[in-house]
């Protein structure tokens, strides 16, 4: 079992709907949480870091965080086919700067 | 805004051969990680650098070194190339503040080995 797991997809969503990302880990001394979007072939871009338990608004984007159920989510609302992409949660740990990744998740909006 | 910089963005080398990736962090950032990621893989946690001290070490082959300088690049330095090390190589970089670190990431070296 991965310590960062996530559903590899391909979840698929119409123009204009919530997207809904999920993201389990298992060390509890987990910090911060990270998302990042991927498109093939690009580098991970940064969206939005959550590391206190609650939601986290940015536009479209809304990061939700559960400790004590260890998870982290993303929603993306009014999804655009331009969110089609990989989406990699990332999660830090307390002891070191090291980043765990999941192994990421593909999402497809379909016009 | 800066963000990092890699180069080069392309290389091609034959097996057995020596490569030289570089990474210029975002100005002010202190800490710089590697990455190797395959097709259809997540990122594979190579080694950090903070304040030219490596920090953290993943997944890096004995094969490989790297290090960062005083001006804050920092250099992924791959020998005895071998096929399997065909991938992209990213380079991000943090600033140790108070804040989560989070990593910013370089457009990436895609390292084709032949």
């Known amino acids: 079992q991965k310590e960062v797991e996530q559903n590899s997809g391909p979840l698929s969503v119409p123009e204009g709907a919530i997207a809904s990302l999920n993201c389990t880990y298992s060390?509890?001394?987990?910090?911060?949480f990270f998302w990042y979007r991927q498109y093939s072939g690009k580098s991970p871009e940064l969206i939005m870091f959550?590391?206190s338990n609650g939601d986290k608004e940015d536009g479209r984007f809304t990061a939700q965080l559960n400790k004590a159920s260890q998870y982290v989510s993303l929603l993306i609302r009014d999804s655009q086919p331009s969110d089609s992409a990989t989406y990699l949660c990332a999660v830090k740990r307390y002891s070191n700067y090291q980043l765990i990744w999941g192994a990421g998740t593909k999402l497809i909006i379909k016009p | 805004a800066a963000g990092v910089i890699q180069s080069p963005r392309h290389l091609i080398k034959e097996k057995r051969e020596t490569a030289t990736l570089k990474c210029y962090p975002i100005p002010r950032h202190d800490t710089v990680y590697w990455y190797q990621q395959g097709p259809g893989q997540d990122p594979q946690f190579l080694i950090s650098f903070y304040e030219k001290m490596q920090s953290d070490k993943g997944s890096i082959p004995d094969r490989f070194s790297a290090q960062q300088f005083s001006d804050y690049h920092s250099e992924l330095n791959m020998s005895s190339l071998e096929l399997g090390d065909s991938a992209l190589y990213f380079c991000?970089?943090?600033?140790?503040?108070?804040?989560?670190?989070?990593?910013?990431f370089g457009p990436g070296t895609r390292l084709t080995v032949t």
């Open positions: 991000a970089s943090s600033f140790t503040g108070t804040g989560p670190l989070e990593q910013y």
């Open positions: 060390d509890r001394g987990s910090q911060s």
């Open positions: 959550i590391y």
